[in-house]
């Protein structure tokens, strides 16, 4: 890691702040010691520098947007960005704010939106923001901005569904769409849980993944296309490097497999019947039955499932509050924290997520 010590440090500084929330307990100043992590977070992910080739591509895409909110809209279309985030780029450009505000608003808000809704709904919240730097973090909020801020609403909206606000949950899914087409995704599958529940749901879930499976993801896409235009990066995607087969046999289904069977066992050897473990452990099914059934299509299938698979780090925290035993809750802890580190370094060591270390602009 010593080619990489900024993304380390910035590991250790999260880490030990959930270290200082253990202590503490579950719920007593949980959520102002995870406000200080998420506030961290931000001025980290939006003064970031370039090490990264999603950050000179989105310098580029600001660059080309003009002043006018006509230009805005027209630019949407040709540089395959949705309506919402060009204006938000108008707007800035308007205040004659450079590109890296972009970045800094785009962190904020995604952030923001994901302390105000989910992390302080559950217990040991900085333990689930450091199982989000390990991984979804980085290839959201450090990268792919845009489908940062859209699964940050996305995942709001999961946890107001859970809190039967659907309507409200409408809204924020209606608004991620607007940041990010792959959003509605998320709306679909949250409309078939509010009408089938939660058993039916894992029933029709299943079945949406093995028939994508038996006809193949690519058949589909051919065949909607056929019928309505597909977004502009379904095209580019299905024509390039991402165009692979994941197989069965991904790590990360594997990993989400086995993750969901321990949060079964979870649920019955420790008797949880807390409305929003369960549901939440429903929608995240969802990433499984899609990383199995539209495997061929590595983007597609790995894009749209990462919208249910963050839930897993929200899981693995909830679950640590109903170990009764500190001994057991303190060695639960550390293997998760083991494990997220693990997780961090495979991703920016050896995956070679980013150029360079982690630098300010």
């Not at 006509?70 to 707007?91: C, D, P, Q, R, T």
């Not at 205040?95 to 972009?102: C, D, G, K, R, V």
Request: glycine share 6%.
């Amino acid at each position: 890691m010593n080619d990489y010590i900024g993304f380390l440090w910035i590991f250790l500084a999260v880490a030990s702040l959930a270290l200082l929330e253990f202590c503490t307990g579950p719920y007593r100043r949980a959520n102002l010691i995870n406000l200080y992590g998420v506030i961290f977070l931000i001025a980290i992910v939006g003064l970031r520098g370039e090490f990264d080739s999603d950050y000179e591509a989105y310098v580029g895409i600001y660059e080309q947007v003009s002043f006018d909110t006509w230009s805005g809209f027209k630019a949407s279309f040709s540089l395959n960005v949705e309506i919402l985030f060009v204006l938000i780029m108008v707007v800035l450009k308007i205040f004659w704010f450079s590109a890296q505000s972009l970045f800094l608003v785009s962190a904020a808000g995604s952030l923001l939106v994901t302390w105000v809704y989910c992390l302080r709904r559950v217990a040991y919240p900085t333990l689930v923001l450091l199982g989000l730097l390990s991984h979804a973090l980085l290839y959201k909020e450090f990268t792919e901005i845009r489908h940062g801020i859209a699964g940050a609403l996305c995942l709001a909206s999961l946890f107001l569904v859970s809190s039967n606000q659907p309507r409200r949950a409408l809204w924020l899914q209606i608004l991620a769409a607007f940041f990010h087409s792959a959003s509605l995704f998320v709306m679909l599958f949250s409309y078939l849980f509010q009408r089938l529940g939660r058993r039916h749901f894992i029933y029709c879930t299943t079945g949406i993944g093995l028939l994508v499976f038996a006809v193949g993801i690519q058949n589909i896409l051919n065949a909607i296309g056929a019928v309505v235009p597909l977004p502009g990066s379904v095209t580019v995607y299905s024509n390039s490097e991402y165009d692979f087969n994941l197989g069965l046999l991904n790590p990360t289904l594997i990993k989400q497999a086995l993750s969901f069977s321990f949060f079964l066992l979870c649920v019955r050897a420790m008797q949880i019947r807390d409305k929003l473990y369960l549901d939440l452990l429903c929608f995240y099914y969802v990433s499984i039955a899609w990383l199995f059934g539209a495997n061929e299509f590595a983007m597609f299938a790995g894009r749209l499932a990462s919208f249910f698979g963050v839930i897993e780090v929200y899981l693995f925290s909830m679950t640590m509050a109903y170990i009764k035993s500190p001994v057991r809750r303190f060695l639960y802890f550390a293997i998760l924290v083991v494990l997220y580190f693990a997780q961090f370094y495979l991703n920016v060591e050896f995956k070679g997520l980013f150029e360079r270390d982690y630098h300010f602009a």
